[in-house]
């Protein structure tokens, strides 16, 4: 009986004991649980600030660089249309045609650039609500725009520039953003700005508070001012300033300073009513100068958890279940960068494929002609990236040389694809067409009527009569060929036309020179006379005479290795920004000689 009641009396110490132990192990299990549902909690906020504002910086950077592409793929047709004023309301209209991210442009010109339009002269054309478009002159006396600040910041800019955004009243009638490019004449000054105009109401939707999110987010210019948030009244009436003087919170003029300096970061803030929210900010790629900031309030965070005190068993299952939602993120996470990184190797394979097969478009086999004594050629590509937008293709037919060569607007795959549809265009108009002027045009009028992305070819077309030396030839905006001989390099004279591509309806003009037994014709690309050393200076073609003056004496692979050395030299190692194409053409004496 004592044994009995000495092991009852154990077992009861031992039950007490693991009763405790177990009590403590639960007291503790609950505290580790709510100190790593905490930190969970914490960091699933981070990753979703950061998830936030990197997928509303990405839709905001998608929209401002179709708009960055579109200005500076019509850049050079700018600095033409200042020499062809008729041309300028066609093409800033066919330009807001074909973005539909931009609202209207303008250019604005210089005071009496044009004496018969006056002092003020901005063509302006606007994308009306019924589907048509809006010519307009919109400068006067009272709209002086050579005091506007986006005309002299424009003015004076190296390249593309946005301005802090406003509300006109003149063009795009709303609140826009401008993407300003400074035009220029032949003689390489500015005369006047142009201004493509973004309206900036889709900007709002992007930070409309939902009901179902637990966050406040907003979006500010590079002045500080309210672009963007759930409260449309603050937009443009409300600034960082202003915050920093209605919040008695240190922290709060720190962060506005941060953001003003595009910086990224966190911080704790509060309002004047002592309530804590997790601010997150981060600036918009791009050159915009916005930044965008995520307020997490700290109540509407931890309000579940608070409630862990009165239900630990609760807060367990939510530990585990916790736990379990990170692990299935990280291994979403993992399966997304496996994904990403097949695919990234499945796209550079399938580059890789296309800059073969674009190579393999170009002749290759030199010297091409093994029994035709009275010509030699050597020609060379060398690509940017992957996949270039240059071109150069020749053939003999009926005792006449046809060659072109070209260089395609932008780089990357788009321009390798105009590059191959050029290059079959001028093989198959050429067959049948003699004259360099009809075949340009007719190329151009096919490709004009396929281009929605206003994509186009500066081109040169020739053809070198071997029985004459008479070369008759086309230039569509391309730099015109070098004729070297007996020492001196000389460039051909060109008539004006436009890149092929851009305009239906255009008569390219055709002209003729002769070619000298024993000369050479060098044709190129600007990536020759651009390609920029470490300190971005430029080859240019003062260096690119000097050294084909002393080609005179070398066979077209002699000609092209000494430019390459040439231009190697210079750049020093530096990165190639574009690519660079040459074709050498020695037309040695005349069949009849």
Not at 125 to 148: C, F, K, P, W
Not at 191 to 213: G, Q, S
Not at 215 to 220: A, D, L
Not at 251 to 272: D, F, Q, R, Y
Request: net charge negative; aromatic share 10%; charged share 20%.
């Amino acid at each position: 009986m004592k044994k009995l009641k000495w092991w009852h009396s154990l077992h009861t110490r031992s039950s007490l004991a693991l009763i405790i132990i177990a009590a403590v192990m639960i007291e503790v299990s609950g505290a580790v649980q709510f100190y790593f549902a905490r930190n969970g909690i914490q960091k699933e906020v981070d990753e979703r600030a950061q998830s936030e504002m990197k997928m509303k910086s990405l839709k905001i950077q998608k929209v401002v660089s179709s708009v960055e592409s579109a200005v500076e793929n019509i850049d050079r047709l700018l600095d033409w249309s200042v020499e062809n004023p008729n041309y300028i309301y066609p093409i800033l209209e066919e330009f807001v045609e074909s973005n539909e991210c931009i609202q209207g442009c303008a250019i604005a010109f210089e005071p009496n650039y044009f004496p018969k339009k006056g002092r003020w002269f901005e063509p302006y054309v606007r994308r009306d609500t019924n589907g048509t478009y809006l010519r307009m002159q919109i400068a006067n006396e009272s709209h002086d725009y050579h005091n506007m600040s986006w005309y002299k910041e424009g003015r004076l800019a190296d390249g593309g520039l946005w301005t802090e955004p406003y509300i006109d009243n003149e063009g795009a009638h709303g609140l826009i953003c401008s993407y300003t490019l400074p035009v220029h004449n032949s003689k390489g000054e500015v005369v006047a700005v142009f201004c493509a105009d973004m309206l900036l109401d889709w900007l709002t939707e992007e930070f409309v508070l939902d009901e179902n999110t637990n966050y406040y987010s907003f979006i500010v210019s590079r002045e500080g001012r309210m672009l963007a948030c759930p409260d449309k009244s603050l937009i443009m009436n409300y600034t960082l300033d202003d915050a920093s003087n209605q919040f008695h919170d240190a922290n709060i003029p720190e962060v506005n300073k941060a953001m003003l300096a595009g910086k990224s970061g966190s911080a704790e803030v509060k309002n004047n009513d002592g309530e804590l929210s997790y601010m997150y900010y981060s600036p918009v790629e791009g050159n915009t100068g916005w930044s965008m900031a995520i307020l997490f309030p700290d109540r509407e965070i931890y309000k579940g958890l608070r409630d862990i005190a009165f239900k630990l068993g609760i807060l367990m299952f939510l530990g585990l279940t916790l736990m379990i939602y990170i692990m299935w993120r990280a291994v979403k996470g993992f399966k997304r960068l496996q994904a990403v990184s097949a695919e990234k190797e499945r796209i550079g394979s399938e580059l890789r494929i296309a800059s073969a097969i674009q190579m393999g478009m170009l002749p290759k086999t030199f010297p091409p002609y093994p029994d035709l004594d009275e010509l030699s050629m050597f020609g060379t590509l060398v690509p940017a990236k992957e996949v270039g937008g240059d071109l150069y293709d020749f053939y003999v037919r009926d005792q006449k040389l046809f060659f072109c060569l070209g260089d395609v607007s932008g780089k990357g795959v788009p321009a390798s694809l105009v590059m191959a549809v050029t290059r079959s265009l001028f093989r198959t108009v050429s067959a049948h067409i003699v004259e360099p002027g009809k075949v340009m045009t007719q190329m151009n009028e096919a490709m004009s009527e396929m281009n929605e992305n206003s994509m186009f070819v500066t081109l040169f077309i020739g053809v070198l009569d071997l029985r004459t030396g008479i070369l008759a030839y086309c230039n569509a905006g391309h730099c015109p060929p070098i004729v070297i001989h007996q020492g001196s390099a000389t460039p051909i004279v060109m008539d004006a036309n436009i890149p092929v591509g851009l305009m239906s309806d255009w008569q390219y003009t055709q002209q003729n020179t002769t070619i000298q037994p024993g000369s050479s014709l060098f044709l190129y690309t600007d990536g020759l006379t651009e390609a920029e050393d470490a300190e971005h200076r430029q080859y240019g073609e003062e260096r690119m005479f000097a050294a084909l003056s002393q080609t005179d004496s070398l066979a077209p692979r002699d000609l092209i290795a000494a430019m390459t050395e040439s231009v190697h030299s210079f750049v020093a190692g530096a990165e190639q920004s574009d690519d660079l194409t040459m074709l050498a053409i020695q037309f040695i004496k005349t069949i009849n000689a």
